[in-house]
T-cell receptor, first 113, second 112 residues
């Protein structure tokens, strides 16, 4: 069974530029998460989807971050404009439902210069 | 405020030297406690879910236990391939379903 697929694996951009990350969850998983992980820290939830509905986006900085999950499958996370402090690993995860274990992708390492 | 604290921050073990990692949590109500393993440059890999005090789960050389205030991950006779960062996360009843609060992790290095 294929796992959670994320792309790109690495991205280097200049500050103030836009960037987008893509995630394909495990087939059949209705719940999709975007997490941010800083070096030496545990992941922090940015947004959670149940199918195509964002049900928890309280931690998403909405002035510059946006996300979508069209048709309840793939998801895209966008940052516009990027700031130096956005440098981190962005992890996508999926689960069958919100109360079951989540499976993570490999992450996208973003460096803003 | 809900908190998850892991100790120690780092642990260096000789192959075969058993040890335990600690995850202490303060939440008003616990839905579940999760253990993940994370290798460098990779996403966290699910290990265990524990739901109630007294529960135990085992997988190969790993055993997770849960009390009302903390969880332990016991590593028995570790091998170099057990080297990784081990993350603990809790799901609180006061949070929305699916929201995990992670600790900072314990970095484990097992030398031959």
């Amino acid at each position: 069974e294929a796992g959670v697929v994320q792309s790109p694996r690495y991205k280097i951009i200049e500050k103030k530029q836009p960037v987008a990350f893509w995630c394909n969850p495990i087939s059949g998983h209705n719940t999709l998460y975007w997490y941010l992980q800083n070096l030496g820290q545990g992941p922090e939830l940015l947004i959670r989807y149940e199918n195509e509905e964002a049900v928890d986006d309280s931690q998403l900085p909405k002035d510059r971050f946006s996300a979508e999950r069209l048709k309840g499958v793939d998801s895209t996370l966008k940052i516009q404009p990027a700031e130096l402090g956005d440098s981190a690993v962005y992890l996508c995860a999926s689960s069958v439902s919100g109360d079951t274990e989540a499976f993570f992708g490999q992450g996208t390492r973003l460096t803003v210069v | 405020e809900d908190q998850v604290t892991q100790s120690p921050e780092a642990l260096r073990l000789q192959e075969g030297e058993s040890s335990s990692l600690n995850c202490s949590y303060t939440v008003s109500g616990l839905r579940g406690l999760f253990w993940y393993r994370q290798d460098p440059g990779k996403g966290p890999e699910f290990l265990f879910t524990l739901y109630s005090a007294g529960e135990e789960k085992e997988k190969e050389r790993l055993k997770a236990t849960l009390t009302k205030k903390e969880s332990f991950l016991h590593i028995t006779a570790p091998k170099p391939e057990d080297s990784a960062t081990y993350l603990c996360a809790v799901q609180a009843t006061t949070d929305s379903w699916g929201k995990l609060q992670f600790g900072a992790g314990t970095q484990v290095v097992v030398t031959p």
